[in-house]
């Protein structure tokens, strides 16, 4: 079974409005991490936020919020006031605490692209 | 600081060359590992590393071999490159294994294996 599922391989949003990336992930650990990176045409990967599994609020970091939802496993990404520059790729990655490593997990990314 | 630095951008090889993917970081990170990034394929991992001489597999480890002497560098050997490993190639470094680390990503190798 896959670990992490991103459903939507692309996204399209007007600037300025919000737009959700959904995310669900697949884990029987109880401590968890779970990541969003963002990866422009430019091709590096830039970390965006954090949500612990153990945290009860959902992680914000300016116009990034992370939709926690545990017992439905999911954790969307939430970009607010959407801008031209957020047009990239975005991965959704776990890493879990059962195995020696903790080794990341990464979904297959979803293709967002902002209208003006 | 320079973060994690990788070498080469860019590279192009024949079938059976063999070759080195330097990476370096000098954040005194515990943790480093490598991937490789496929069209539609997310990120998979190859090697990864906990410490200076601790290695281990990860999901897609065939053809390629790491060591890891020193904590900051991690080399990844291509033994005898095929046309499958044609992909991007990054490593990454956190500063422990611990499940709330992010890693940190070095700038990618471009290979094309002909």
């Known amino acids: 079974a896959q670990k992490i599922t991103q459903t939507q391989p692309g996204m399209f949003v007007q600037e300025k409005e919000a737009v959700t990336l959904d995310c669900t992930y697949d884990?029987?650990?109880?401590?968890?991490?779970l990541f969003w990176y963002k990866q422009p045409s430019s091709g590096e990967m830039i970390f965006l936020i954090y949500?612990?599994?153990?945290?009860?609020q959902n992680a914000t970091e300016g116009r990034y919020s992370l939709n926690f939802q545990k017992a439905r496993k999911s954790a969307n990404l939430v970009i607010s006031a959407s801008q031209l520059g957020d047009s990239a790729m975005y991965f959704c990655?776990?890493?879990?605490?059962?195995?020696?490593?903790?080794?990341?997990?990464f979904g297959t990314g979803t293709s967002l692209t902002v209208i003006p | 600081n320079a973060g994690v630095t990788q070498t080469p951008k860019f590279q192009v090889l024949k079938t059976g060359q063999s070759m080195t993917l330097q990476c370096a970081q000098d954040?005194?990170?515990?943790?480093m590992s490598w991937y490789r990034q496929d069209p539609g394929m997310g990120l998979r991992l190859i090697h990864y590393?906990?410490?200076?001489?601790?290695?281990d597999q990860g999901e897609v480890p065939n053809g390629y071999n790491v060591s890891r002497s020193t904590t900051e560098d991690f080399p990844l050997r291509l033994l005898s490159a095929a046309p499958s490993q044609t992909s991007v190639y990054f490593c990454?470094?956190?500063?422990?294994?611990?499940?709330?680390?992010?890693?940190?990503f070095g700038p990618g190798t471009r290979l094309t294996v002909l």
């Open positions: 990454a470094s956190s500063p422990t294994s611990g499940v709330g680390d992010t890693q940190y």
């Open positions: 884990t029987s650990d109880q401590s968890y991490g």
């Open positions: 949500q612990g599994s153990y945290d009860e």
């Open positions: 990655a776990m890493r879990e605490g059962l195995n020696t490593g903790n080794q990341f997990y």
């Open positions: 954040m005194n990170h515990e943790y």
């Open positions: 590393s906990v410490g200076a001489g601790i290695t």
